[in-house]
């Protein structure tokens, strides 16, 4: 079971982290993936971090804005994102499995609820 928070609303250029716990042990040994939704749009890949935490995965439009880590003895996977942009805005998700990187949203077996990040221009 996955459980994302830190979202709200924030202006262009500005910073915000989301956080997703896991209740599981297990935790530290899934990959884990932040995928995010923006309105009248499919789900999208934002990045994702390997189980050990030593390779990660970002989406083109993220890359060197946007970082994932994880601190797998707190069974947590954190996202920082800067210098934020309106586009960003979207429901933020969580989830994992094990095996993952690499692999498309429809191949990872845990999901959280979402997070709602607004960005205001």
């Known amino acids: 079971q996955l459980q994302a928070s830190g979202g709200g609303l924030v202006q262009a250029g500005c910073s915000l982290r989301v956080s997703c716990g896991a209740a599981?042990?297990?935790?530290?040994?899934?990959?884990m993936g932040w995928f995010r939704q923006a309105p009248g749009k499919e789900r999208e890949i934002v990045a994702a971090?390997?189980?050990?935490?030593?390779?990660?995965y970002y989406a083109d439009s993220v890359k060197g804005r946007f970082t994932i880590s994880r601190d797998n003895a707190k069974n947590t996977v954190y996202l920082e994102m800067n210098r934020l942009k309106p586009e960003d805005t979207a429901v933020y998700y969580c989830?994992?499995?094990?095996?993952?990187?690499?692999?498309?949203?429809?191949?990872?077996?845990?999901w959280g609820q979402g997070t709602k990040v607004t960005v205001s221009s």
């Open positions: 599981e042990s297990t935790f530290s040994s899934y990959d």
């Open positions: 989830a994992g499995g094990r095996r993952k990187l690499g692999k498309p949203l429809y191949a990872y077996d845990y």
């Open positions: 971090i390997n189980w050990r935490g030593d390779i990660t």
